[in-house]
């Protein structure tokens, strides 16, 4: 193959890797998004449930003859279940976009190694008939 096309090849496949690459970022940045609101909303719970516990202890029960307790843990299951399933449509999205990343990477590394291997047989061709010129005088 020419050098001029390798080279082109070269330059396309990184561009495509990087492409893919800039791609990914969104996506992870997207599912620990997720990540941190579920663990905030883990924390937010316990925190609720200990000062529960607390009123219960005090004799407060205002909480739970309003039934804000009940209206809590109903906001409480559909956030996270809204939680749970952006993070696997992330995680979902995350693994596609690692495939096209992978493929993509190997285009790129299989291109590379062509345009090295390239390189070595023109300089070891060269070198060749170099020896040649000079066994031959």
């Keep these: ?25 969104p996506i992870l940045d997207a599912e620990a998004s997720a990540r941190a609101k579920l663990a905030q909303l883990d924390q937010q719970v316990k925190d609720a ?3 529960s516990d607390g009123d219960v202890a005090n004799g407060d029960l205002a909480m739970r003859s309003l039934g804000a307790d009940l209206l809590w843990e109903g906001w409480h299951t559909r956030m996270r279940r809204q939680l749970n399933t952006e993070l696997a449509q992330a995680t979902a999205q995350k693994l596609m976009a690692m495939d096209r990343l992978r493929k993509s990477f190997g285009r790129k590394h299989a291109v590379e190694t062509m345009a090295e291997d390239a390189a070595k047989q023109k300089k ?3 070198a060749a008939r170099l020896y040649a010129q000079l066994m031959n005088q």
Excluded: G, I, S
């Design 49 to 51: 449930r200990e000062q």
């Design 1 to 25: 193959m020419k050098d001029k096309m390798l080279h082109q090849m070269k330059r396309v496949t990184e561009a495509q890797y990087m492409q893919e690459h800039a791609r990914v970022k």
């Design 124 to 126: 070891a061709d060269q």
